[in-house]
């Protein structure tokens, strides 16, 4: 059946930006209502959704073409976005393409920064929640399991992560050009997540000494405090206190802005004298974007930092061709192995993930 079997559907930051992608980020709560609406849908035997600040990736089996419209009307309809506009930017593989887009995903070869790292966990986080949810089968586990074999294999068999700048590491060289020393630069660090600590760090490592958290969860906060010798502040307190840091580095969870421009304002105000750098890391954006056009404030966003990283990437794309020779010959290997489990799925089966959805709810 034309279209039937392994599919990929999405959208990524190659064709949209990062506006439309705060638009179909998916929070916790939202993958796990549509994960339940998914494991109800005709003709879908399996599936997995990938959701990151560069990414939003479903990976599925299906017994029909028209089972990826499904999962496409799904989503657009929990995420208010027009089908239409989506197809404008969607992204469209089957079979042997859409195992090498994983293999390079996972690789970090897709990634906005060749070669990050982040990427694997984040790839892995999706698939063993999918799995705990019942929502994979035969074919989708051998190929996220053997395409984090592959992902492994080109990681140490070429170059690939080698001189690889972070977003961390750009965010504190921008800091080190605005402000020259860091030692005596008071930084506040809003959401206590990994990639909030991983920035904090980077600071911490060159040289700067004045590190304020805060939460939403005051114990989180304090708890990472306490790791990073840092002070906590009540997640209340930052609009009004902004103007007593030098560098802002906005990394929550929140569904919507943090840090409005009204709060700038008020907060530059009070130095009129020394700029004010908000690092915002966050999906969707913790900061107002019209505060980018107040004086003596610097505004960067994670497509900024990530242009700027790429600037850098000379040494990595010269292993480009050695890495896509090796994920050609493992995808193709692995298409094979699972090209007569996915042809079976031409025999439909009856409504839903086989078996699964049962599972995903006990």
Partial sequence: MSGAGLFLIGATHHTASLAVREKLALDAAGTAALHAEL??????????????????????????????????????????FDVIEFEKIRLSLRGPDAVRHLLEVAAGLDSQMLGETEIFGQVKEAYALAQARGSTGPVLNRVFQKGFQAAKHVRTQTAITEGQVSIASVAVDLALNIFGDLAGTRILLLGAGDIGEKTARAFQSRGAAALTVASRRFERAMELAGALGASAMPFEQHAARLGEFDVVVCATSAPGTVVPLAAAEAAIGRRPARPLFFIDLALPRDVEAAVAEL?????????????????????????????????????????????AQVAAISQPAAPGIGGAGEQART
């Fill in 39 to 80: 494991t109800g849908l005709a003709g879908l035997r399996e599936f997995a959704v990938l959701s990151t600040c560069n990414r939003i990736e479903f990976y599925g089996v299906a017994e029909a073409a028209e089972t990826t419209a499904r999962v496409t009307a799904a989503f657009c309809a929990r995420q208010k």
């Fill in 295 to 339: 004086p003596n404030v610097f505004l960067y966003n994670l497509d900024d930092l990530a242009k700027i990283a790429e600037e850098n990437r000379a040494a990595r794309t010269a292993e480009l061709a050695k890495c896509h020779a090796i994920i050609a010959a493992k995808a193709d290997a692995l298409w094979r192995q699972v090209e």
